[in-house]
């Protein structure tokens, strides 16, 4: 997982370099959230967590949904929903 993380978050940080002024704020809190997606999914294979550990989990996952609504303006999720549905009929 910490390999497809750092995957992740290259291929990202390539794709988003060079933004122009008009989106440079929606390019950081994608980057951001991308960011705490892969810190959570890491921290929650821990095999046993402490209260410090979940404190650090709320403030990933915090992190992660702050910024959602760029996913949503961008039409990824809507996409991503409908192909979901569209596998889940053809699996039945």
């Known amino acids: ?3 497809l993380g750092r995957w ?4 990202l ?3 988003l370099r060079n933004p122009d002024s008009s989106q440079s704020h929606d390019f950081t809190s994608v980057s951001k959230s991308v960011s705490a997606l892969v810190a959570l999914s890491l921290m929650a294979q821990y095999p046993s967590h402490t209260p410090d550990t979940l404190v650090y989990i709320e403030r990933y ?3 992660f ?3 959602k609504v ?3 303006q961008l039409g990824i999720l ?7 549905n569209h596998e889940d009929r053809d699996l039945r």
Not at 8 to 11: D, E, L, Q, S
Request: proline fraction near 4%; aromatic fraction near 4%.
């Open 1 to 3: 997982m910490r390999n």
């Open 8 to 11: 992740i978050a290259a291929v």
């Open 13 to 15: 940080a390539q794709v």
């Open 61 to 63: 996952l915090e992190t």
């Open 65 to 67: 949904h702050q910024p």
């Open 70 to 72: 760029i996913f949503l």
């Open 78 to 84: 809507k996409a991503t929903g409908a192909e979901a």
